[in-house]
């Protein structure tokens, strides 16, 4: 990945309250302390009005997981039978009579009705208040805080009020408690890998070697000095592609990171000369988003995303979801801090307007605002519903989850549990920096605590609902026909900054139960040699470095390390779980292929009786997808290929251990194509 989080110069919004509330009201969401980086300053004036947001909360969230399963699970009688977008719209929306009760409560305390908004799924409801509304609405006190390392202001309360029949219909209300700083990932860049900057930092040559790309051409001996096509397709048996079903292009997602033709043209030309000049993404551009670029302008991670699938996938093509308009993608004082959430608008209409844990639809502070008023800014507005998701999506980028708030996170990660009921596998690349966060994320060395010393997981890889990829290498001397081992390249060795396979244990998601026998073998036969807390409520208690029960990433793993890429019309070798997420990506898409090219008979999913009725289900032809994929892998580990050999250092630590079997490093393994499409094509 490219490590930086989105920059962001705006008002957040937190609150603090010392006069008594009524006795029919409770505290709805309160900070205990306030973040040592952050200064409590003066009242916010009484006539500031503020963009009050009231999150409803979703029917049938909780059974989010067991639908999921009951389409992605190998072993259940309704695999395959994914949902419609329509169905999971009518399964998800709030009730009438959540709607209704908080409608009332606010204008029974004196919000007229025609002030407020709400969406067409009823999902949110929003209206603007002067603050000494506001403060007597919620019972609470509105202040500024000051960021201290960077003079970054905010809005913000330490607890709020709201009448107790009202809560069980409400996740939160924004503004709230709320602080995030204008925080810059690494080196200025969100990608997960290294090489080029992205997010408004000046471009930097990727670390590079002098040889040509000619002596690595058809020489598997070389592969451990340089991968090339040819080394990833030896490495995990992928045959030559030969299908092309349209409906079956592999999905990419890109900001602040653009492709040159030229780039494209020259590895081709030298790696792959049978895929034609000229070959290039589908665009499907969002919120003004532009591609390609001249050659000089190019970014190394756009393409080394398309130089490592293409030949993978040909003849499939690939989608490029380009996302944001050049002043959110890449300028450092933007206000896009959040990430993907424009991205999930332009797959699903009524995700930007979905309310869940606080958000409703995008966060004003977090996230791009359309029309963009700044200079060169897109003038058009939100993009919402315009494509339909691809069936595999790989995206490189990410932050870590100390970064955004909890129900930020769970709000997105909700949106990826509906694309898998619809049949979409989504891949995320599990970071560059073993258990820590980039260097300078909250932190000189990116790890949390007082002293430094807690495991940072990352964002979103630790969403139950998506697949992870961290990073294998060959290493000097081996051949591809010897197993790998997990990624750990010290400062220097090649990169500025040391690069190993993210991995640990997440801080706000349990262990999903398609994987708890693989954790649970983890522990109980390769038990980590450091303290550990249960749960984020007992966060580094007893001098814990990580959570014993949280989700574990990353799932699986593939090469990433000494990638031959072409880069501003020159050959060079770059690195990152970046790289090793599309390889892993585009295996499945192949997979998919095959899938299609079968068919299936004319199939009814047998609804479970918590579903509500919809007129959509009903018998019709599919050939599905492979959908949301780590059930499948967790009950048949075998198909991949195990690494028993690396670790991921952080943190004053060597981090965890591959191991036999699941580990916090490189997951359940590398792809081994044979025994995945066997799988894959074994089941309805």
Not at 358 to 387: F, S
Not at 411 to 440: T, W
Not at 624 to 634: C, D, K, S, V
Request: charged fraction near 15%; aromatic fraction near 12%; hydrophobic fraction near 30%.
């Amino acid at each position: 990945m490219y490590l930086s989080v989105f920059a962001v110069l705006s008002i957040l919004a937190a609150c603090s309250y010392a006069a008594p509330y009524p006795s029919s009201h409770a505290v709805h969401e309160k900070r205990n302390s306030s973040p040592s980086q952050w200064m409590k300053r003066d009242r916010i004036p009484p006539s500031a009005v503020l963009p009050m947001r009231i999150g409803l909360k979703q029917n049938n969230l909780e059974k989010g997981y067991e639908l999921l399963m009951d389409v992605s699970h190998p072993d259940s009688p309704n695999y395959g039978k994914h949902w419609t977008a329509e169905e999971v719209a009518d399964t998800f929306a709030p009730s009438d009579t959540t709607v209704a009760t908080v409608l009332n409560w606010l204008v029974a305390s004196g919000i007229a009705a025609e002030r407020i908004t709400h969406s067409d799924n009823k999902g949110w409801l929003a209206f603007n208040a002067a603050v000494e509304e506001a403060e007597e609405l919620l019972h609470t006190e509105y202040h500024v805080y000051e960021y201290k390392s960077s003079g970054h202001t905010a809005t913000a309360c330490d607890q709020y009020h709201i009448p107790k029949h009202i809560q069980e219909h409400m996740d939160y209300v924004t503004p709230g408690i709320k602080l995030l700083a204008p925080v810059k990932r690494g080196h200025g860049h969100s990608k997960r890998g290294f090489g080029m900057t992205t997010g408004g930092g000046t471009p930097a040559p990727p670390k590079s070697r002098e040889p040509g790309p000619n002596e690595y051409l058809d020489d598997l001996k070389s592969c451990d000095v340089a991968i090339t096509p040819i080394c990833v397709k030896a490495l995990y048996e992928v045959p030559p592609g030969f299908r092309a079903d349209p409906s079956n292009s592999m999905g990419i997602f890109e900001e602040g990171d653009f492709y040159a033709q030229k780039d494209l043209n020259l590895f081709f030309a030298n790696f792959t000369p049978y895929i034609p000049q000229g070959t290039h993404p589908i665009p499907a551009f969002i919120d003004g988003a532009k591609a390609p670029v001249s050659v000089k302008n190019a970014g190394g991670e756009s393409e080394l995303d398309f130089e490592l699938a293409y030949p993978i996938i040909y003849p499939q093509t690939t989608t490029l979801y380009q996302t944001d308009d050049l002043y959110y993608a890449t300028n450092p004082n933007s206000t896009s801090l959040g990430g993907f959430n424009t991205f999930l608008d332009a797959l699903d209409g009524s995700y930007c307007t979905y309310s869940a844990f606080g958000e409703t639809g995008d966060d004003p502070v977090l996230d791009p605002t359309y029309p963009d008023p700044n200079p060169g800014g897109y003038k058009g507005k939100l993009q919402c519903g315009v494509y339909k998701p691809t069936n595999v999506i790989s995206v490189s980028y990410g932050g870590q989850e100390f970064d955004l708030p909890a129900y930020y996170q769970e709000r997105q990660c909700n949106e990826f549990m509906k694309l898998g009921l619809q049949g979409h596998s989504i891949f995320y690349a599990s970071g560059d920096d073993g258990v820590a966060g980039p260097p300078g994320d909250d932190s000189a060395n990116g790890c949390l605590g007082p002293d430094s010393t807690i495991f940072s997981p990352a964002w979103p890889n630790s969403c139950p609902y998506v697949t992870n990829v961290g990073a294998t290498k060959v290493y000097p001397g081996k051949t591809v026909f010897e197993p790998e081992c997990a990624v750990v390249d010290p400062v220097g060795q090649p990169y500025s900054i040391a690069f190993s396979s993210g991995g640990g244990f997440s801080n706000i998601y349990g262990i999903p139960e398609y994987q708890e026998d693989a954790v649970a073998k983890f522990f109980e036969n390769h038990n980590p040699p450091y303290p550990y807390y249960s749960g984020n409520a007992s966060f580094g208690k007893n001098g814990g470095l990580y959570n014993r029960i949280g989700r574990g990433y990353p799932d699986v793993a593939a090469n990433g390390d000494n990638i031959a890429t072409y880069v501003n019309g020159k050959f060079t070798l770059e690195g990152g779980t970046s790289a090793s997420t599309p390889i892993f990506a585009a295996i499945v898409n192949r997979i998919n292929e095959e899938r299609l090219a079968i068919g299936k008979k004319p199939i009814v999913r047998n609804l479970p009786h918590t579903d509500p009725p919809s007129p959509g289900r009903a018998a019709r032809n599919l050939a599905p997808p492979a959908g949301f994929i780590n059930p499948a892998l967790y009950a048949h580990p075998y198909v991949l290929n195990d690494i028993t050999c690396g670790t991921n250092p952080g943190c004053g630590t060597v981090g965890f251990s591959a191991v036999e079997g699941w580990d916090p490093v490189t997951g359940l393994g590398t792809p081994n194509f044979p025994r995945m499409l066997g799988l894959f094509l074994s089941l309805p």
